[in-house]
C-alpha cells in the first residue's frame, strides 16, 4: 500500500492487488457471527454505498462507538473498492458492515442488488469478513438531524453520507452489543 497525492491535494489511498490477493474470498456472514471472527482490538467499518458516493465511517477498538471516517466519489468498482480495502487497511479493521437498503416492507428493490453486486464482486479482493446491515432511513434520519442542527444545504451534502455510515455501523454495534 502506498499513499500519494491526488489531483485535488488531498491523500490517495492504492493497493498493489496483482500478486497480494489472499487466498481465500471474504466471508460474507450474518451479524451475529461477527463477533467470532475478530481480533480483539481489531476496528469495524461502516459503508454506505451509494451511487455517486460511498460513505465510511470507522468503530474505535473496543468496537462501542462509531465516528463518521470520510467520503468517497464513486468512479469505476475496482478503484473504489482498492480504496476501500487501503483505508481498511490503513485503519486495522476487521471487517466491513455494509447498509443494505432494503424497502419500506423487507423486499429487496434493485438498490439492494446493487449492493448485494458490489460485495459479491468485493469477496474475491479481501480476507475481511463482510456482513450486512439494513440501512432503512439511514439517510433520511441523519439529513433530519442536520436540518435540525441548522445546517446549510451545501454542508449537509459534505457530511450525510459519512454520517449516514456511522448512523449504519452504530446501529451494528449496538445490536452486537458493544454500543
Request: charged content about 25%; glycine content about 6%.
Amino acid at each position: 500500500m502506498f499513499t500519494s497525492k491526488g489531483r485535488c491535494g488531498k491523500p490517495c489511498y492504492s493497493v498493489r492487488t496483482s500478486s497480494k490477493l489472499p487466498k481465500m474470498p471474504a466471508a460474507i456472514v450474518d451479524l451475529e457471527a461477527l463477533p467470532r471472527l475478530l481480533a480483539a482490538n481489531a476496528r469495524l467499518i461502516g459503508v454506505d454505498l451509494g451511487t455517486k458516493t460511498i460513505g465510511l465511517a470507522l468503530s474505535d477498538t473496543r468496537r462501542t462507538i462509531a465516528s463518521p471516517l470520510e467520503t468517497l466519489k464513486r468512479t469505476k468498482f475496482r478503484p473504489d473498492a482498492e480504496r476501500l480495502l487501503a483505508i481498511a487497511k490503513l485503519h486495522d479493521v476487521g471487517a466491513l458492515v455494509i447498509g443494505l437498503p432494503r424497502n419500506m416492507d423487507g423486499s429487496e428493490g434493485p438498490r439492494a442488488q446493487s449492493t448485494r453486486a458490489f460485495v459479491k464482486n468485493l469477496a474475491p479482493m479481501t480476507a475481511l469478513a463482510i456482513a450486512f446491515w439494513d440501512e432503512r432511513l439511514s439517510t433520511a434520519a441523519v439529513t433530519r438531524t442536520l436540518i435540525e442542527a441548522d445546517t446549510s444545504r451545501q454542508r449537509r451534502a459534505v457530511l450525510v453520507d459519512k454520517m449516514a455510515a456511522a448512523y449504519i455501523l452504530q446501529g451494528a454495534l449496538d445490536r452486537l452489543g458493544y454500543g
